[in-house]
């Protein structure tokens, strides 16, 4: 499902820089799809805030990616 919001969201970051619209684009997505991947959503959505100038709101962002990858990692470790 995110997979639309992060098209269009890519389309606004990258052809139009319109990085307000990206970002709702991809938190419309977030909300969407909660299982959305934070490789595919995740890392974008954070560089259109940061673009945007929403800079708090971009650590935020990235301080839940992070978080995001601390768990896979921690899940894939259990699996070993």
Same mark, same amino acid.
């Given at each position: 499902?995110?997979?639309?919001?992060?098209?269009?969201?890519?389309?606004?970051?990258?052809?139009?820089?319109?990085?307000?619209?990206?970002?709702?684009?991809?938190?419309?997505?977030?909300?969407?799809?909660?299982?959305?991947?934070?490789?595919?959503?995740?890392?974008?959505? $954070?560089?259109?805030? %940061?673009?945007?100038? /929403? &800079?708090?709101? +971009?650590? *935020?962002?990235?301080? $839940?990616?992070?978080? %995001?990858?601390?768990? /896979? &990692?921690?899940? +894939?470790? *259990?699996?070993?």
């Amino acid at each position: 499902v995110y997979d639309m919001y992060k098209e269009k969201g890519w389309n606004s970051f990258d052809k139009l820089k319109d990085y307000a619209l990206a970002a709702e684009a991809l938190q419309a997505g977030a909300k969407a799809d909660p299982k959305y991947d934070v490789t595919q959503l995740g890392h974008l959505l $954070a560089h259109s805030l %940061e673009r945007a100038g /929403r &800079i708090d709101d +971009a650590i *935020k962002q990235w301080e $839940a990616v992070i978080a %995001e990858h601390k768990e /896979r &990692i921690a899940e +894939a470790d *259990k699996k070993k």
